[in-house]
């Protein structure tokens, strides 16, 4: 049963709203209720922002499955340095890399501050230590330049850009790819 709406009058001393402005009313609602236009595609890129070293760096969201604090970490005997340990991340169990070490930069110690970033494709998953995560940023694709000259080595192979303000942005594409960072030793029985 529809329920009859009773004419509502405006508050005393404010007029109705004329015919005009109730089209210029439901112009504007129309017009911010509309989605935001997509931008096209490969215009910029959203990355996580975090520390290494003293060194801001970035990851496209892309590859990212989720951040969380490093918390009992088991250390993986007869691994190459880089391999830091494994965590459990609600049953699944997960290697992390101490991407400071596979780069080569200055150590930091393990802190309570410390996080690790689960990386994610179709087939692999694992995480990377980072000194601390700064928070999500839109890189507009034109702000990113090629390599600086202090970026030399395995750095430079994972390197997609670095924005004016130093920020390295990382391929995760390439770090989620690179056979030099699966581990498979067999024992011989």
Known sequence: MAKKVKNVTP???????????KQILRARAQALARAPLPEAEGESLEVLEFLLAYERYGIEMTWIRETLPLKELTPVPCTPPFVLGLINVRGQIVSVMDIKRFFDLPEKGLTDLNKVIILQDGGMVFGVLADAVCGVR????????????TLTGIREEYLKGVTGE??????GRKLL???????????GD
């Open 11 to 21: 508050p005393a001393g404010r007029k109705s709203p004329c015919r005009e402005e």
């Open 166 to 171: 130093r920020m390295v942005v990382l391929d």
């Open 177 to 187: 790819s690179d056979r030099r960072i699966v581990v498979h030793e067999e024992t």
């Open 138 to 149: 839109t890189i507009p694709r034109a702000e990113l330049h090629p390599s600086l000259p």
